[in-house]
């Protein structure tokens, strides 16, 4: 059984950057997809960026890409480097596991991590 603890998290200034890690215990296969979700208060849980585990192609919201990169750290640990951070990237976010293949919908993911705050002052 899959589980998952994101550390990283914290508060920082618009513009900066923060990096956050998803550790992974249990085997991870290569047609599954590790994927980054963030859930603002009072808003649904989105859809920030994935990555097919074998391939490591990666997939991006439209609100992040060009600021946002999801990679693999060692052989079961993900990461999620963000840099331009502004106020509206302020959210608890969570890595989760889709073990069927890519999906941008988080009720696809079937494995999740208890989250990690995420906070950018203007």
């Known amino acids: 059984q899959v589980q998952l603890v994101e550390s990283g998290g914290g508060l920082v200034m618009a513009g900066g950057s923060l990096r956050l890690s998803c550790a992974a215990s249990g085997r991870i296969y290569s047609s599954h997809v590790m994927g980054w979700f963030r859930q603002a208060p009072g808003k649904e849980r989105e859809f920030v960026a994935a990555m097919r585990w074998g391939r490591q192609s990666t997939y991006y919201s439209d609100s992040v890409k060009g600021r946002f990169t999801i990679g693999r750290d060692g052989a079961q640990n993900t990461y999620l480097q963000m840099n331009d951070l502004k106020p509206d990237d302020t959210a608890i976010y969570y890595c989760?596991?889709?073990?069927?293949?890519?999906?941008?919908?988080?009720?696809?993911?079937?494995?999740w991590g208890q989250g990690t705050q995420v906070t950018v002052s203007s």
């Open positions: 989760a596991l889709d073990r069927v293949g890519l999906n941008y919908n988080a009720d696809q993911y079937d494995v």
